[in-house]
């Protein structure tokens, strides 16, 4: 069974920082595709970024694309984002999911994720 959790959350103002981490365990974590989704109060969860098991294949939300960095360590088994600039928009609990499936495409679909993290709160101040 592959476990799933988040780390790095919290609370910063317009225009920080923060690093989320996603470690993994369970399953050979260098054959999986990572990605990391948000839900805000009353909203669906999205697709934030993306990262191919190899590293090399990433997608990006338009709305982070310049502002978040997606990244993967296989030999600590942990996915990163890294989210600079900011804003208030970007508050939401940040959830992590891995998938097995045997193409190293970074998948953008909650659907094909088997895998989810608990989640870790980011709230951005105005």
């Known amino acids: 069974q592959v476990q799933l959790v988040e780390s790095g959350g919290g609370l910063v103002q317009a225009g920080g920082s923060l690093r989320l981490a996603c470690a993994a365990s369970?399953?050979?974590?260098?054959?999986?595709?990572m990605g990391w989704f948000r839900q805000a109060p009353g909203k669906k969860r999205e697709f934030v970024a993306a990262?191919?098991?190899?590293?090399?294949?990433?997608n990006y939300a338009e709305t982070v694309k310049g502002r978040f960095t997606i990244s993967r360590d296989n030999a600590k088994n942990t996915v990163y984002l890294q989210m600079n600039s900011l804003k208030p928009e970007d508050t939401a609990v940040y959830y992590c999911a891995a998938t097995y499936a045997s193409s190293g495409y970074a998948y953008t679909n909650d659907n094909e994720y088997d895998y989810w993290g608990q989640g870790t709160q980011v709230t951005v101040s105005s």
């Open positions: 369970g399953r050979t974590f260098s054959s999986s595709a």
């Open positions: 990262i191919g098991w190899g590293g090399v294949r990433i």
